[in-house]
Nanobody, 121 residues
């Protein structure tokens, strides 16, 4: 059973930066970051494959950078120019081979516990 462990969340002022990490017990082909705020559905933020294909939701393009270190079984999310609307619980998720699309949350069978990101104005 693959296990995921996120770290790196915290509180930062608007315009600041945070870096999230997600360590997997076993490497998976496709991993992604998702976020959720109370009362709202979980949404995809970005995904990365072991072959280097990266995808981002429009709201974070140019501000967030996802990367995947296959040798360390670790996924990262560098978040710059943070905005208050980025405040959410951020989750790491993984799936095997297949379309690595953050819009298809149901395809991700393994999820981490989440790490809170709070951006103050």
């Amino acid at each position: 059973q693959v296990q995921l462990a996120e770290s790196g969340g915290g509180t930062v002022q608007a315009g600041g930066s945070l870096r999230l990490s997600c360590e997997a017990s076993v490497d998976r082909y496709c991993m992604g970051w998702f976020r959720q705020t109370p009362g709202k559905e979980r949404e995809g933020v970005a995904t990365a494959t072991s072959e280097g294909t990266l995808r981002y939701v429009d709201s974070v393009k140019g501000r967030f950078t996802i990367s995947k270190d296959n040798a360390k079984n670790t996924l990262y999310l560098q978040m710059d120019s943070l905005k208050p609307e980025d405040t959410a619980m951020y989750f790491c998720a993984a799936r095997g081979r297949g379309a690595c699309l953050f819009s298809n949350l149901r395809a991700f069978g393994v999820w981490g516990q989440g790490t809170q990101v709070t951006v103050s104005s």
